[in-house]
């Protein structure tokens, strides 16, 4: 895995690219070498999980915390959107009362004017 990872630095050099040894992570599976894996020198950190393109990989394989995960961030969305939903509601109820208001006091305006002719 060592060797792999070398070649990889090199060729990202070669493009004018750098591995970003603090962001590169390793998680091994199956693995019967436990010695760390460096980039530019420094050792890469072991990880038992992590997120990539939003879903969770593990070690353990499956997907129940990947679902789980999932769920709740959903949830916590639909708490915020409820939250819109409902000043919206309260918003469109304060328009039509509103606009009822200025009818009455409108009407109430025009017949004072009609009895002041």
Request: glycine residues 10%.
């Amino acid at each position: 895995m060592q060797l792999k990872t070398n070649r990889l630095v090199e060729n990202a050099e070669r493009t004018g690219l750098r591995v970003n040894d603090g962001k590169c992570k390793v998680m091994r599976v199956n693995a019967r070498n436990n010695e760390a894996i460096k980039a530019n020198g420094l050792a890469l950190e072991d990880v038992e999980e992590f997120i990539y393109l939003g879903a969770t990989v593990c070690k353990q394989g499956g997907g129940g915390e990947d679902i789980n995960a999932r769920l709740g961030k959903a949830r916590g969305a639909f708490v915020k959107l409820n939250r819109v939903w409902e000043f919206q509601h309260c918003v469109e109820e304060d328009e039509e009362q509103a606009i009822q208001n200025i009818g009455q006091t409108s009407s109430h305006v025009w017949l004072r004017n009609m009895e002041n002719e």
